[in-house]
């Protein structure tokens, strides 16, 4: 008589060691947890049935398991969608989609599996998936569930799998094939058979290990199967049974009955491979949240691959150099180092802006450590901070393997005429592309200069209207609307509290307020603010302004400097968060009254360090 192997009591003690797991990944990584999500269109009663099952196992083991229902009347476009989201969800590890889709639209069910991230196609059904365990690469991918299943419910009975006369009696995408080729890889004699295998029987009979999923209830009879097999069956069939309390019960593709007596080992229907397939569904989930953390993606170390350096004596050019070496593609980089793909902005494929969900994201983990290269004396070929800076990240990462970037500001364009050193490190310690980053081709400089200048041509603006127009024309245009309905805005409030104007309703201010409130009366003569520009050109450092006839003859000194000489770069260094780099760049004094009274930013009242702040934080410290 064969002896029952058990799916239940097996897939009871790889729940355990799942959920012994996942308490170590949770408390080893504070406000990590492994998350899967089930996708479902419709309702399908038999559906549900399974998805609860799903939930409720994941809940035990200490999985996030997230139910996505949609509605019947979803289109494969909007499902695509979906799951788009759920792909680029950090939080989510693990996709599965419920079959049948139960859809009044039609959906292709292949391009629907197709569609989910393999990174954490947790049912191991997509193309790419089935083509790793085509080949045999077991590890980089997901097994499909029921297969793996198997392959563990035949490894519990301790008959080798190497060297085994295996027979698979279908070939079904989900079961048959996958399973065929698990046993190849574990070193079984593999034959596949189907609807059109000659002398089935007799094939069949010739396995040591037979796995069954013909759909087909207790199609394989007691003759059919050699003395001591294992005999693993993935069939569930429902059969008339005036006995039972349902009117069925439910078989498998095996007749037990007879099987039982010749075989050694066999699995029970129900009892043996569906525990094994919800089983080893989980063990996926917890896999791909494992595979997460160790590609840092839960800030553990990263996977890095440095790029090899080839000295040269003499050494050459940092120019030649730096285009010997290719860069690594700033995706792949950005993946090595745990950065998903949703954090990530690409400006070609060498250069990228990471956006700040990556700290929210990580805000759970241990801050590193912040070393501040500065105060040195370049040498005469001009290495100095950014070459020591770059030397050290080398070292540290490439060699030490320890999680460390290099954070240097983009140099300005006085490299390119020659005038000083290009900030980007220098020989074998430099940053590449070199001519992208010495160009700054990525826009953050370029932010810098249209905020700076932004502020320059308020100064100026607002001194023409001043000059040239009565106190409440100035002030409609300072606080549009109609009476009744305007309203101050929160920096406009803080200029009336600067002037102790406790007031709040802007119709309510007199005549002497409004003038007060509207008029800066800035000294010409005393204005520090100057514009920028980003190309180190001498014959732009003394300019006259205001030469047109539209200006009125409102005519005056200033210049351009250049952009990384811009307060808003020193403000940058200083700010803490966004709220204080809004605070900073209010109070930055740009000139005086008559009054000889210092003149903020923020006295420029309306819109403009909103405008200011947008600019900044939308390219330097956003993206």
């Known amino acids: 008589m064969a002896q029952i192997i058990s799916g239940t009591e097996i897939s009871k003690k790889i729940q355990l060691a799942l959920k012994d797991e996942v308490t170590k990944m949770m408390a080893e990584n504070d406000g990590f947890r492994p998350g899967l999500a089930i996708v479902q269109v419709g309702g399908r009663e038999d559906s549900n049935v399974y998805i609860r099952m799903k939930i409720k196992s994941a809940t035990e083991i200490g999985i996030n398991a997230t139910h996505y229902k949609f509605p019947r009347t979803i289109t494969e476009t909007e499902l695509l969608a979906e799951l788009d989201k759920l792909n680029r969800d950090p939080k989510v590890h693990g996709i ?40 045999g690469d077991l590890k980089s991918g997901f097994m499909p569930c029921t297969p793996f299943g198997c392959i563990e419910l035949i490894r519990s009975t301790g008959v080798p799998i190497a060297g085994a006369t295996a027979v698979v009696l279908g070939r079904s995408k989900i079961v048959g094939t996958p399973a065929a080729e698990l046993l190849k890889w574990y070193d079984a004699t ?63 593709d095996v007749a037990f009955e007879e099987v039982s007596k010749v075989a050694g080992y066999i699995t029970p229907v129900p009892g043996g491979v569906g525990p094994m397939t919800v089983c080893m569904l989980m063990k996926n989930t917890v896999i791909s949240a494992a595979r997460t953390l160790k590609q840092g993606g839960g800030g553990g170390s990263w996977n890095l691959t440095p790029l090899s350096l080839h000295p040269k004596d003499p050494v050459p050019t940092d120019l030649e150099i730096a285009r010997s ?65 770059m030397g050290l990240v080398q070292a540290l990462g ?152 539209t200006e009125a003859g409102h005519e005056r000194v200033t210049g351009f400097k250049i952009s990384v000489a811009s307060e808003i770069m020193a403000v940058l260094a200083l700010t803490t968060d966004l709220q204080n780099m809004r605070e900073r760049l209010g109070r930055m004094v740009v000139g005086n009254d008559f009054n000889k009274n210092p003149v903020t930013a923020e006295d420029l009242v309306q819109t403009l360090i909103t405008n200011l702040s947008r600019i900044v934080e939308l390219f330097v410290h956003i993206w």
């Open 325 to 389: 070496q290719t860069p690594k593609n700033i995706a792949v980089l950005a993946g090595e180092i745990g950065i998903l793909p949703d954090e990530l902005e690409l400006y070609g494929n060498k250069k990228a802006k990471v956006s700040l969900h990556v700290i929210k994201r990580l805000n759970s983990k241990k801050d590193g450590k912040y070393v501040v290269v500065a105060g040195m004396t370049p040498t005469p070929l001009g290495e100095g901070k950014s070459t020591t800076v």
């Open 96 to 135: 599965i989609v419920q079959m049948p889709l139960d859809a009044d639209n039609l959906i292709d069910s292949h391009k629907i599996t197709d569609y989910v991230d393999p990174g954490k196609d947790v049912d191991g059904l997509c193309t790419v998936n089935e083509g790793r365990v085509a080949i």
């Open 190 to 252: 593999v034959t596949v058979c189907h609807s059109k295998t000659k002398k089935l029987a007799e094939v069949v009979k010739t396995a040591e290990i037979l796995v069954v999923g013909i759909g087909r209830a207790e199609m394989v009879k007691g003759d059919w199967v050699k003395p001591g097999a294992v005999v693993i069956d993935c069939g569930i069939n429902a059969l008339p049974d005036a006995t039972k309390k349902s009117g069925q019960r439910l078989v498998g």
């Open 398 to 549: 490439a060699h030490l393997k320890k999680n460390t970037f290099a954070c240097i500001r983009q140099p300005s364009q006085g490299p390119t005429f020659g005038i000083k050193g290009g900030a980007a490190g220098g020989g074998y310690s430099q940053v590449i592309p070199m001519e992208d980053f010495n160009l700054h081709l990525t826009g953050d400089i370029h932010a810098i200069t249209a905020a700076n200048n932004l502020l320059a041509a308020q100064i100026d603006t607002r001194m023409y209207h001043e000059s040239t127009q009565a106190d409440k024309a100035l002030y409609g245009r300072l606080v549009p609307g109609k009476p009744g309905n305007r309203k101050f805005s929160q920096i406009q409030l803080n200029r009336l509290r600067k002037l102790g104007i406790n007031k709040t309703d802007p119709d309510t201010l007199i005549d002497e307020e409004i003038k007060q409130f509207s008029r800066l009366n800035i000294d010409p003569k005393t204005i520090t603010w100057s514009r920028v520009l980003d190309t180190n050109d001498r014959f732009l450092r003394e300019i006259t302004i205001g030469q047109s006839p």
